[in-house]
DNA sequence: TTTTTAAATTTACAGTCGTAAACTATGAAT
DNA sequence: ATTCATAGTTTACGACTGTAAATTTAAAAA
């Protein structure tokens, strides 16, 4: 009863690196994710091959070894994350979890601009207050 | 080998609705859940004994109906979430994916406000670029 | 061409999750 | 004291995940 596919936690670290290297043979992304994790080479070949039944990555196949390439951006799979886990979130609370986020994180002077520019226009039309929606009926 | 429980995305709707309440009886809990969703009262029990078992929630149990209540609040349990996911991220896009956050996300001026200042304080110190960190072994 | 080696595919297995029916115990009503 | 209704517990089952060994296939080396 699955709509869209996603992404684990573990099959996304294998196309962080494929997203990085723009594409890659197995190999490759053995030999990394084997310094940047415990996992075995055939643990990281059974991920590989889950994302290509995901679709998420599809290999050239005319020749050996495959080499392997994205078929999501980057860009639009942390949108697609982001959001999905923003999603179950009391809406009264983003607010406070983005500001958390910000602290935590390490973020670029020229993200920083932007974010401000953003958060400029949004201040706008901003509501004085957003209510909490975790006991109404979803709209459907 | 799961060091640390962590609550699923039906788990979640089950801890709003008891967040939001303070304290709930399974019969309140189930009412708002099969308004807002399809499932079925079993289903909803499920979740919530599962809840108890991963210690989120605990129940008083010297009479019935049991009185449920959280055993974690819900800034924490946001902040948890919200962080494994960033963990996994990319480094260097961080920054655009909490400026997509906001755009859409519906946030108060108040809240607006605070972030601004954490941005404002952050720009003090945030350096000009974030290196991508795909590729590079784990800190341990 | 046979052998070795590297790469890819199959099979495996336990734990979590969404989903829920079946069964049991308790308190309330008769 | 018996009978319901309500609440709580057990059992179930298939899909998805983390994890990886075993097996097959294709390319390279001898």
């Known amino acids: 009863m699955k709509e869209v596919e996603s992404m684990s936690r573990a099959e996304w670290q294998v196309m962080r690196i494929i997203w990085t290297l723009g ?29 290509q039944k995901k679709h998420f990555l599809k290999a050239e196949e005319t020749k050996r070894p495959y080499i392997y390439q994205p078929m999501i951006q980057e860009d639009d799979a942390i949108h697609e994350s982001v959001n999905e886990l923003f999603d179950s979130i009391c809406c009264m609370r983003k607010g406070t979890a983005i500001n958390d986020l910000i602290e935590n994180s ?3 002077q020229k993200d920083i601009s932007k974010i401000l520019e953003t958060l400029n226009k949004k201040a706008q039309t901003a509501p004085e207050e957003v209510e909490c929606d975790c006991l109404e009926a979803d709209l459907d």
């Open 106 to 108: 390490d973020i670029s």
């Open 23 to 51: 594409e890659a043979t197995s190999k490759q992304v053995i030999e990394i994710l084997e310094r940047k994790t415990e996992w075995k080479a055939a643990t990281i070949k059974t991920l590989m091959i889950r994302l």
